[in-house]
Protein backbone atom coordinates (compact mmCIF):
# COMPACT_ATOMS: atom_id res chain seq x y z
CA UNK A 1 0.00 0.00 0.00
CA UNK A 2 1.02 3.61 -0.93
CA UNK A 3 -0.06 6.65 0.47
CA UNK A 4 0.56 10.19 -1.17
CA UNK A 5 -0.17 12.85 0.66
CA UNK A 6 -0.04 16.62 -0.63
CA UNK A 7 -1.50 20.07 -0.38
CA UNK A 8 1.43 21.61 2.16
CA UNK A 9 2.46 24.67 2.07
CA UNK A 10 2.97 28.30 3.23
CA UNK A 11 -0.03 30.05 4.84
CA UNK A 12 -0.30 33.43 6.67
CA UNK A 13 -1.76 32.82 10.20
CA UNK A 14 -5.37 32.71 10.20
CA UNK A 15 -5.39 31.09 6.98
CA UNK A 16 -6.40 27.44 5.31
CA UNK A 17 -4.94 24.80 4.05
CA UNK A 18 -6.48 21.19 2.56
CA UNK A 19 -4.36 18.66 2.89
CA UNK A 20 -4.81 15.51 1.02
CA UNK A 21 -3.70 12.03 0.74
CA UNK A 22 -4.63 9.19 -1.54
CA UNK A 23 -4.32 5.58 -0.98
CA UNK A 24 -3.48 3.08 -3.73
CA UNK A 25 -5.87 0.43 -2.42
CA UNK A 26 -9.44 -0.77 -4.06
CA UNK A 27 -12.74 0.63 -2.25
CA UNK A 28 -13.58 -2.07 -0.63
CA UNK A 29 -10.69 -1.84 0.99
CA UNK A 30 -10.98 1.92 1.68
CA UNK A 31 -14.15 1.80 3.62
CA UNK A 32 -12.72 -0.76 5.92
CA UNK A 33 -9.81 0.68 7.64
CA UNK A 34 -9.07 3.61 9.77
CA UNK A 35 -6.89 6.62 8.71
CA UNK A 36 -5.57 9.24 10.13
CA UNK A 37 -3.08 12.68 10.24
CA UNK A 38 -0.26 12.76 13.01
CA UNK A 39 2.27 16.13 12.77
CA UNK A 40 5.95 16.55 13.78
CA UNK A 41 7.29 19.43 14.61
CA UNK A 42 10.60 20.46 14.59
CA UNK A 43 12.04 19.04 17.72
CA UNK A 44 9.13 17.49 19.01
CA UNK A 45 7.79 13.99 19.11
CA UNK A 46 5.14 13.01 16.15
CA UNK A 47 1.73 13.49 17.56
CA UNK A 48 -2.04 12.35 16.44
CA UNK A 49 -4.09 15.32 15.04
CA UNK A 50 -6.59 13.87 13.68
CA UNK A 51 -8.21 10.16 12.64
CA UNK A 52 -11.12 8.39 11.31
CA UNK A 53 -12.65 5.02 11.63
CA UNK A 54 -14.12 2.90 9.01
CA UNK A 55 -17.70 3.98 10.00
CA UNK A 56 -16.63 7.93 9.35
CA UNK A 57 -16.54 8.51 13.45
CA UNK A 58 -13.61 11.11 14.06
CA UNK A 59 -11.56 11.81 17.20
CA UNK A 60 -9.44 15.21 17.17
CA UNK A 61 -6.04 16.08 18.94
CA UNK A 62 -7.76 19.17 21.69
CA UNK A 63 -5.33 21.49 19.80
CA UNK A 64 -7.10 21.50 16.41
CA UNK A 65 -10.84 20.61 17.78
CA UNK A 66 -13.23 22.85 15.95
CA UNK A 67 -10.63 24.41 13.59
CA UNK A 68 -9.46 21.09 11.40
CA UNK A 69 -11.89 18.55 9.80
CA UNK A 70 -10.66 14.65 8.52
CA UNK A 71 -12.87 13.30 5.96
CA UNK A 72 -12.64 10.83 3.65
CA UNK A 73 -13.76 10.74 -0.29
CA UNK A 74 -14.24 6.74 -1.32
CA UNK A 75 -14.46 6.79 -4.87
CA UNK A 76 -10.90 8.68 -4.53
CA UNK A 77 -9.98 6.15 -1.59
CA UNK A 78 -8.78 9.61 -0.41
CA UNK A 79 -8.56 11.14 3.14
CA UNK A 80 -8.85 14.68 3.32
CA UNK A 81 -7.51 17.07 6.28
CA UNK A 82 -9.15 20.92 6.42
CA UNK A 83 -7.49 22.83 8.24
CA UNK A 84 -8.90 26.31 9.07
CA UNK A 85 -7.57 28.95 11.29
CA UNK A 86 -3.94 27.97 11.01
CA UNK A 87 -1.51 29.65 13.94
CA UNK A 88 2.45 28.91 13.89
CA UNK A 89 2.12 26.50 16.45
CA UNK A 90 0.63 23.99 12.98
CA UNK A 91 4.03 24.38 11.44
CA UNK A 92 5.09 21.49 11.23
CA UNK A 93 5.50 17.87 8.64
CA UNK A 94 2.10 16.38 8.25
CA UNK A 95 2.33 12.31 7.46
CA UNK A 96 -0.85 10.20 6.50
CA UNK A 97 -1.39 7.02 8.15
CA UNK A 98 -3.41 3.82 7.66
CA UNK A 99 -2.70 -0.05 6.54
CA UNK A 100 0.32 0.25 8.91
CA UNK A 101 2.33 2.34 6.76
CA UNK A 102 2.75 6.36 6.97
CA UNK A 103 2.87 8.54 3.43
CA UNK A 104 5.90 10.59 2.45
CA UNK A 105 4.95 13.58 4.40
CA UNK A 106 4.03 17.10 3.38
CA UNK A 107 5.29 20.99 4.91
CA UNK A 108 2.86 23.07 6.17
CA UNK A 109 4.35 26.37 7.33
CA UNK A 110 2.17 28.97 9.05
CA UNK A 111 4.19 32.16 9.01
CA UNK A 112 3.28 36.06 8.37
Known amino acids: VQLQASGGGLVQPGGSLRLSCAAS??????????MGWYRQAPGKQREMVARINNGGSTNYANSVKGRFTISKDYAKTTVFLQMNNLSPEDTAVYYC?????WGQGTLVTVSS
Open 97 to 101: NGYGT
Open 25 to 34: VSVSIFRIND
